[in-house]
Every structure is written in structure tokens, then in C-alpha cells.
């Protein structure tokens, strides 16, 4: 029995020493959770929705526009996720089309906290212009609809 404790022991302190001898200079950082699709889908899909359909309900309740504030901010920084180093596939267009999504993000966001609809319904095509510019230059397989 005290052999088994002393293995075990033995056991813990040959487990851990690798993690204390590892370098420990490995600073935090970005990691993708998500795939790109996952983000799209999961994120960018749901929130620019309610920005695009925000007409379809011309009655606001409080509760409405507390949802349209909440989709506004999480659209535009969900821009800056797809700008950050682990996601950002070039320094360059690239960034130029995730800004696109961005200015049009903090528009809603600005419009929605003063529960102005007619603004919102006017970033419509914007909106579409941010997400159609980005697919066409990195969406694989895409094909402009028109
Ligand atoms: C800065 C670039 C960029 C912007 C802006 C962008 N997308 Fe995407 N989107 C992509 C890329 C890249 C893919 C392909 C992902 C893959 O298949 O790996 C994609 C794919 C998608 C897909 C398909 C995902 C799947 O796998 O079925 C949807 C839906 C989508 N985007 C919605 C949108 C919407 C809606 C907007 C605008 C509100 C938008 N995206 C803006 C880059 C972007």
C-alpha cells in the first residue's frame, strides 16, 4: 500500500515535470475557435439578419430594439474577428472588405441606440454591398447573383 502512495507520488511529480521545465515565454494568443464557415454561419449569418429584415416589424418594443442593439455591436466586432491575424487571410483587400462590414456594424449599432428605424432600413444596401465585396474576392465557389 505505501509502495502503491509512493508510485503515485512518484507518478505526479514525473507528470508535472515536463510542464515546469516547459518554456513559459509562450504568451497568449489568438485561437480560432470557430472554422471561417462556423463564424459566418453562426455570427455573422444571424446577426446581419436582423440588421436586413429589421423592417419586417415596424412596431418596436423595447425588448425589440435591446435585440437590434445587441446584434449591431456583436455584427461590427464580429468584423474585427475576421480582421484579427488568425483569421485575416492578407493584409490588404482583405482588410479593406472586413472594414466594409465594420463601418456599416457601428452604423446599425449608432442607429439602433437612438432607435432610429429609418436609418437602419437605409443601411440595407450597404450592408449587402459589405458581404457581397468580401465573397467575391475570397469566397470560395461564389458566383455573383444578378
Ligand atoms: C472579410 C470577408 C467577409 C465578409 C465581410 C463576409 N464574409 Fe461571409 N464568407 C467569407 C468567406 C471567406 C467565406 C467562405 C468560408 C468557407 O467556406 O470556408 C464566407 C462564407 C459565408 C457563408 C457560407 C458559409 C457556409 O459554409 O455555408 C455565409 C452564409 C456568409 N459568408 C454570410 C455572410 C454575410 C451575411 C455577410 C455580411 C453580413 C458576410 N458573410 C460577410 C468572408 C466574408
Excluded at 46 to 69: C, G, H, M, Q
Excluded at 84 to 95: G, V
Aim: contains cysteine; hydrophobic residues 40%; aromatic residues 6%.
Amino acid at each position: 500500500m505505501r509502495l502503491l502512495v509512493l508510485l503515485l507520488l512518484a507518478g505526479a511529480v514525473l507528470a508535472q515535470a515536463p510542464s515546469t521545465q516547459a518554456p513559459s515565454n509562450a504568451a497568449p494568443g489568438l485561437k480560432s475557435i470557430g472554422t471561417m464557415s462556423e463564424v459566418m454561419v453562426r455570427i455573422i449569418f444571424p446577426t446581419s439578419n436582423e440588421i436586413f429584415y429589421v423592417a419586417r416589424n415596424e412596431n418596436k418594443t423595447e425588448k425589440d430594439w435591446e435585440d437590434l442593439r445587441n446584434n449591431a455591436v456583436m455584427l461590427a466586432e464580429a468584423a474585427n474577428l475576421l480582421m484579427a491575424d488568425n483569421r485575416a487571410k492578407d493584409k490588404d483587400r482583405w482588410m479593406k472588405d472586413a472594414t466594409l462590414l465594420r463601418n456599416v456594424g457601428d452604423k446599425a449599432f449608432k442607429a439602433a441606440k437612438v432607435k432610429d428605424l429609418e436609418g437602419l432600413k437605409a443601411l440595407n444596401d450597404e450592408l449587402y454591398e459589405a458581404c457581397q465585396s468580401c465573397h467575391e474576392h475570397y469566397r470560395p465557389g461564389y458566383r455573383r447573383k444578378l
